[in-house]
């Protein structure tokens, strides 16, 4: 039996800065020294990002979910644990279903997140079920959900417009941008706006990037500041509405929309049946890992199975592939004990 790992990541991401009415809710401590895993090499070339949203819309068949984040009197220590008395308190999520919900299967892998915050900060705590833990982009603003992620989209003041995208891996890469308007309408996407002031914390539970050895999954702890949701300058309209709100923190009472992805693909090392259940693991021949201690061979890499498209998990569905459809994603109310 290998050896596990725990991996912690405490990253901060910098630069730009600049330039609520309620929404109603629908009627229907320090991380341990961390261990740097191996990982295999990222792509020459980073692909490129293209969007392209179904054509028609498809009619909800429920309406999007709701949750209720709790105010936290005391932030969490940021170390991926998820172990704070915040944590304790605040209630999990459904699990994630599919993208497009009850018309397809349920994920093969659990998914479930808690909210809470404060004055000055959005806390997100993210479980995620993975045998298989593995990541290779390690620098910000790659297209992260080329491989394995996990996403938050807000949209503040819930008019479908001017809102932030905020992805991260295993690795703690973030690829974070804004959007004026869905892609259906034309975006743009603004790639160089960046969260200022990120914090993210990230503990794998087991050995990251090894395919021979089983893992247990990964968990995510997000600080997302509310001053640093404001939109980005440039050559295009402005968003009047978000930047005459400059980044204020949400007051008790007020909804925001809000949905959360798990993008996961399909690997070399995972058996699946026809309906992409999973049947077992295919771990690769040679010697087990034995201890971080000792020098080793190199673990086999994990690639992506060939001609095969993500999956993509959600907390409130979308009812289409496409997340960037603002009025299906759930409301978030702002809750003081």
């Avoid at 968003?239 to 070399?268: C, L, M, Y």
């Avoid at 907390?315 to 003081?336: A, E, T, Y």
Wanted: charged share 25%; hydrophobic share 40%.
């Amino acid at each position: 039996m290998s050896l596990t790992v725990a991996v912690a990541l405490v990253l901060q991401v910098a630069p730009p800065a600049q330039p609520l009415k309620p929404l109603p809710l629908p009627k229907l401590d320090e991380p341990a020294p961390a261990v740097e895993p191996p990982a295999a090499q990222p792509p020459a070339a980073q692909p490129p990002v293209v969007i392209q949203p179904p054509a028609q819309i498809p009619p909800m068949q429920a309406a999007p979910k709701s949750y209720a984040a709790f105010f936290a009197m005391r932030p969490p220590t940021l170390d991926g644990k998820l172990d704070d008395e915040i944590w304790r308190q605040a209630p999990w999520t459904d699990d994630f279903v599919d993208i497009e919900g009850s018309l397809k299967p349920l994920p093969r892998y659990r998914t479930r997140m808690k909210m809470a915050w404060d004055d000055h900060h959005l806390y997100i705590a993210a479980e995620m079920e993975e045998p298989d833990v593995w990541a290779t982009y390690r620098t910000h603003d790659q297209i992260v959900f080329h491989e394995n992620d996990f996403e938050i989209f807000i949209d503040p003041n819930g008019d479908g417009r001017a809102y932030y995208e905020i992805e991260v891996n295993c690795l703690g890469t973030i690829f974070d941008l804004y959007l004026h308007r869905m892609y259906r309408e034309n975006g743009p996407a603004v790639h160089g706006w960046n969260c200022k002031d990120l914090r993210t914390a990230i503990d794998v539970q087991g050995s990251m990037n090894d395919p021979r050895d089983e893992d247990s999954g990964w968990t995510l702890e997000w600080a997302i500041p509310f001053a640093s949701l404001v939109p980005p300058t440039g050559p295009f309209e402005p968003d009047a509405a978000e930047t005459a709100r400059a980044g204020a923190a949400p007051k008790a009472g007020e909804s925001w929309r809000i949905n959360f992805s798990r993008v996961q693909w399909k690997h070399n090392f995972e058996e699946l049946d026809a309906n992409g259940k999973r049947i077992g693991p295919k771990r690769p021949k040679g010697p087990r890992p034995l201890d971080d201690r000792y020098d080793q061979p190199a673990p086999p890499a994990y690639e992506k199975r060939p001609n095969l498209r993500e999956d993509n998990w959600v907390w409130s569905p979308q009812w289409l592939i496409d997340m960037h459809v603002p009025d299906r994603w759930g409301v978030v109310s702002f809750v003081k004990q």
